[in-house]
């Protein structure tokens, strides 16, 4: 059973960068499917930020495109996500996802709360 | 501002019937498979449909996707208390993934 779990910290300060990593059990990146991220601030809903292919070059949200960088490490078995310049509108819970492109996205993490404050 | 438009609450008793509607444009559902999530509160959302009407190994029947044209529906028959949740739809627009602004279930 594949399970994703995000790792990072949970405070951030403005005008810094964001980073966390997806680590991935029960199931080999390299075997597959599109890796990617999911935010939603406190109470609003779902937003894309950008997905990798375990062999591809990744796809950003056009909003986030200029601040986002999505990585992958198959060794280690995990992807990561930078998002550079970060403001009080970055605060949110981030969603790390196993996405199967056209289809949907079949398997989440259980999300990281990361707040951006001075 | 989300791209797809769902209502943002829905209601109905144990036992009834509900219908979530998600409606968007050709540049999104009218070419693009839609798929629908379930956010149970302080959880992260679990796919409930993909592909328009398929339902992954474990979604009960009771649940069930369709699509025509520009709209799809969410479709969840005999409400539980445990159907209390947040639901969004979801699909593509060019190489952009887009959701509804989620819709509350509130089972009375």
């Known amino acids: 059973q594949v399970q994703l779990q995000e790792s990072g910290p949970g405070l951030v300060k403005p005008s810094e960068t964001l980073s966390l990593t997806c680590t991935v059990s029960g199931y080999s990146i390299s075997s597959g499917y599109y890796w990617g991220w999911i935010r939603q601030p406190p109470g609003k809903g779902l937003e894309w930020i950008g997905s990798i292919y375990q062999s591809g070059s990744p796809h950003y949200n056009p909003s986030l495109k200029s601040r986002v960088t999505i990585s992958i490490d198959r060794s280690k078995n995990h992807f990561s996500l930078k998002l550079s310049s970060v403001t009080a509108a970055d605060t949110a819970v981030y969603y790390c996802v196993r996405d199967w492109g056209a289809t949907g996205i079949d398997c989440w993490g259980q999300g990281t709360l990361v707040t951006v404050s001075s | 501002q989300s791209v797809l438009t769902q209502p943002p609450s829905v209601s109905a008793a144990p036992g009834q019937k509900v219908t979530i509607s998600c409606s968007g444009s050709?540049?999104?559902?009218?070419?693009?498979?839609v798929s629908w999530y379930q956010q149970l509160p302080g959880t992260a959302p679990k796919l409930l449909i993909y592909e328009n009407n398929k339902r992954p190994s474990g979604i009960p029947d009771r649940f069930s996707g369709s699509k025509s044209g520009t709209s799809a529906t969410l479709g969840i028959t005999g409400l539980q208390t445990g159907d209390e949740a947040d639901y969004y739809c979801?699909?593509?627009?060019?190489?952009?993934?887009?959701f509804g602004g989620g819709t509350k279930l509130t089972v009375l």
């Open positions: 979801g699909t593509w627009e060019g190489s952009l993934r887009v």
């Open positions: 050709s540049s999104n559902i009218g070419n693009n498979y």
